[in-house]
């Protein structure tokens, strides 16, 4: 997912310089991200898929198995792994 132009700045009339936002991205291109949850308590999994799955994300898979994100990762190359640290 990539952003089409950089910042700009300019300067004002009041003799300062102001910053205009960088352009999003689009909302598809976020919303077809591929995300993986990786927790070891199911209830978390199951709040979170729910979450993205209300926000719109249309590719989000989980595992509550830490030795499988390694395989999962490259087999899919997700965009985005949710990681509970302290399994």
Do not use: W
């Amino acid at each position: 997912v990539e952003a089409t132009e950089r910042s700009k700045v300019s300067y004002s009339r009041k003799g300062s310089f102001e910053r205009e936002s960088p352009p999003m991205v689009n909302s598809p291109a976020i919303l077809n991200a591929s995300i993986l949850i990786v927790d070891d308590i199911p209830a978390n999994v199951e709040l979170l898929e729910r979450m993205l799955e209300l926000a719109g994300y249309t590719s989000v898979a989980s595992t509550t198995d830490p030795l499988e994100v390694c395989r999962l990762h490259r087999e899919k190359q997700y965009d985005l792994i949710l990681l509970d640290l302290m399994m």
